[in-house]
């Protein structure tokens, strides 16, 4: 199996339906707003099996002293197989000279991955959430 990683914004509704709704996300039934969501994002890196999106990464920054890891997820099928450690690889690099990055996993299972890459969880940091569906 031969993963190809881009650089791209731009991705189908059908694409990102299919790669979403593989992990159980809410947010894979409005496909029309994922494709907007990449298509404002700062950096999406997506990883491909031939014509199929497999997995994907996403973040907002500013440019200067933040970012924020909204999406890091890979098709249940591919899991196991290094592909969320090579978009995390990469979208990092983009990140070098920020003072921050943050991430809030929704999965408690998922911590140790993100530590692997530096992350901490701080007794002073807590995330909350206001959900829009509609």
């Avoid at 996300?25 to 014509?51: C, F, T």
């Avoid at 002293?65 to 249940?76: E, K, Q």
């Avoid at 991430?103 to 007794?123: A, H, L």
Wanted: charged share 20%; glycine share 6%.
């Amino acid at each position: 199996m031969n993963i190809e990683y881009k650089k791209t914004k731009v991705f189908t509704a059908a694409e990102l339906q299919g790669l979403f709704l593989s992990v159980k996300w809410e947010s894979g039934n409005y496909p029309e707003k994922l494709v907007r969501a990449m298509q404002n994002s700062s950096h999406v890196i997506s990883a491909w099996d031939g014509n199929k999106l497999v997995g994907l990464v996403r973040a907002l920054d500013d440019g200067e002293t933040v970012a924020f890891l909204h999406y890091l997820l890979v098709d249940p099928a591919y899991q196991g197989l290094h592909i969320g450690d090579e978009l995390m690889k990469q979208i990092m690099s983009c990140f070098e000279s920020l003072l921050y990055v943050k991430v809030m996993p929704s999965d408690p299972k998922t911590i140790p991955f993100y530590e692997r890459y530096g992350f901490q969880q701080y007794n002073n940091y807590s995330a909350m959430v206001r959900k829009h569906f509609v």
